[in-house]
C-alpha cells in the first residue's frame, strides 16, 4: 500500500540554523509524483514542490532545497538558514492515481507532518 | 489570481444537526478534491470531481456525507446527524487536466461537533 513516512514529529532550531526534514514513502507504481507542503497556523496548505519520479535531480529553490534519492524512497527537505517565518508544520506527500480514462487523476497520500519551530 | 477558497472558515454545531460547507475552486481549474485532517494528522482523500461527475469516493465518506459539484464549478460537503468524531478541518482543494495536476489548497473549515 501507498505510505508515507515523517518519522520527525516535531523539530526545534535556532534562527539561522539549517534543517532537514525527513520524508520516506512506499509505493507499488512506477511512476508517481512526490510533493511538500507546508502549513502555517492559518491551516492553509501551501505547496512548496512537485517532483516526477524519473526526475532525480535535486533542486534548489532560495533557501529550500529537496534531495529525491529513489534508491532509498526518500525526499527529503532542506531549509538552510531558516527563519521564524519557516515555523510551521509541514507534510511530505505521494500521489496514488485514481479515476480511469479521461477522469484519471491522483489523489494525495500524506505523511503526519513535521512540526518545525524556528526560535529567534 | 484567485486562490482556493472555503466558506465557512469556522463551524461550531452540536451532535445530531446538518453542516454544509462550500468550496470554490480556481476559475480555470477543472477537478476539485474534498480532504480531511484530523488533529496531529495529514488530511486524508474523501471524494474527487472532474467537472461535475464526482469520480471517486472514499471509504471514509460514510453515508451521512454528501458531496456535490452541480455546475461544475464550486462544490459543496454536506454532513447529516454530525457525531463528535466528524470534528476536523476539512479541506477543498483543486487542479487543472492539462498535466500540471498540482492541488492547490484552500484555508479549510474547521468543524466542531460539541
Known amino acids: 500500500a501507498q505510505k508515507v513516512t515523517q518519522a520527525q514529529t516535531e523539530i526545534s532550531v535556532v534562527e539561522k540554523e539549517d534543517v532537514t526534514l525527513d520524508c520516506v514513502y512506499e509505493t507499488r507504481d512506477t511512476t508517481y509524483y512526490l510533493f511538500w507542503y507546508k502549513q502555517p497556523p492559518s491551516g492553509e496548505l501551501v505547496f512548496l514542490i512537485r517532483r516526477n519520479s524519473f526526475d532525480e535531480q535535486n533542486e534548489i529553490s532560495g533557501r529550500y532545497s529537496w534531495n529525491f534519492q529513489k534508491s532509498t524512497s526518500s525526499f527529503n527537505f532542506t531549509i538552510t538558514a531558516s527563519q521564524v517565518v519557516d515555523s510551521a508544520v509541514y507534510f511530505c506527500?505521494?500521489?496514488?492515481?485514481?479515476?480511469?480514462?479521461?477522469?484519471?487523476?491522483?489523489?494525495?497520500?500524506f505523511g503526519t507532518g513535521t512540526l518545525l519551530a524556528v526560535q529567534p | 489570481d484567485t486562490g482556493v477558497s472555503q466558506d465557512p472558515r469556522h463551524k461550531i454545531t452540536k451532535r445530531g444537526q446538518n453542516v454544509t460547507f462550500r468550496c470554490d475552486p480556481i476559475s480555470e481549474h477543472n477537478r476539485l478534491y474534498w480532504y480531511r485532517q484530523t488533529l496531529g494528522q495529514g488530511p486524508e482523500f474523501l471524494t474527487y470531481f472532474q467537472n461535475e461527475a464526482q469520480l471517486e469516493k472514499s471509504r471514509l465518506l460514510s453515508d451521512r456525507f454528501s458531496a456535490e459539484r452541480p455546475k461544475g464549478s464550486f462544490s459543496t460537503l454536506e454532513i447529516q446527524r454530525t457525531e463528535q468524531g466528524d470534528s476536523a478541518m476539512y479541506l477543498c482543494a483543486s487542479s487543472d487536466s492539462g498535466g500540471e495536476e498540482t492541488q492547490y489548497f484552500g484555508p479549510g473549515t474547521r468543524l466542531l461537533v460539541l
Open positions: 506527500a505521494l500521489s496514488e492515481a485514481i479515476g480511469n480514462y479521461g477522469g484519471a487523476t491522483n489523489k494525495l497520500i
